[in-house]
DNA sequence: ATATATCCCCAGTAAGTACATCGGGATTGC
DNA sequence: GCAATCCCGATGTACTTACTGGGGATATAT
């Protein structure tokens, strides 16, 4: 039998706007690339590299690279001395064009856009909620670029939300 | 051999912020459930009632009616005559609590609280955009009760959401 | 007391997702 | 040619989602 895990994975706890592993890797990766980008913006950085600074699986990771380029927001070069940098300038790259590329869109009712979801009776208001919860979303995660990210920026909305009292605290 | 499912389910297109089955369905019920509980406090309705209203299957929703009980958001009566009625008045529940009962809490990076997870070199400050993520959503859904869902009612800061361009559009 | 209606609990199941891993092929630089 | 690196598709395992099912507990009506 092969062990394929090693270690037993910790048991999901849902909730709603999950951040997926994959989405964390690559934001991860992608901050890497934002600093060699701005020493040097044709700099190339390896997957191996990459993966052993932010301690994310090499296999894994490679994958993730995969599908940014695809998108169009990385650039690859293969052979010895290959890597991957950013396609554009960092303050070009939202946060939301990142989780787009390996979640999908932004928020989804039963696998459904929320405003193409439609209920009947006294539930009727419920798809304004969930465009309004979207557009909150998108308040953040479109307005923060990966140069926001790697300089520790925050926009005057999100030193707003921050500075509601709780909004550190697990609820 | 039993066929279960009936209907082969749709093909996930995966999303942050997924409002799952359980968690419409019990926010159609609830409205229903607030419906009645402005006409008379004390009426009860029953799950197959509620079931068919809305078009969901009666013995799941029976299983998210026991979870929004044992949670102590409805009341239950068992017997002839029996039903679900709200353990309060619709305008002291918000959307939060009911998704918070069904889904854990808002907000998750790799299954931890946002706060709780620790980010190294550049990627540090991707820990902030998270928590401001979970605020915005906060502060639609914590603001949201049944009273104003049933009403069609906003709160300001909704219509200012709803009122940026596209934020009916998918993307 | 009995019949009937309803909630209550716990087990099971098929399909799909998440998080990887693997093997080998295609490019590039020396 | 050879080593380094990206590229691509297949495979694997544990877990979650969205249900279904059987039978027990409780309340009401007669």
Known sequence: MTVHGGIPRKKR???????????????RAMTELAVAYDEDPTRREKTEVLAARQDIPPRFLESILGQLRKAGLILSQRGADGGYRLAMPPDEITVADIIRVLDGP????????????????????????????RAAMRSVLEKTTLADVVAGRTTDEMDDLLAVPGAWDRR
């Open 13 to 27: 706890d849902n909730a709603s706007m999950q951040i997926s592993a994959r989405v964390d890797y690559a934001l």
């Open 106 to 133: 932004l928020g989804a009712v039963r696998n459904d856009a929320p405003e193409a979801v439609t209920y009947t009776g006294p539930a009727e208001h419920l798809r304004t909620v969930w465009v309004a919860t």
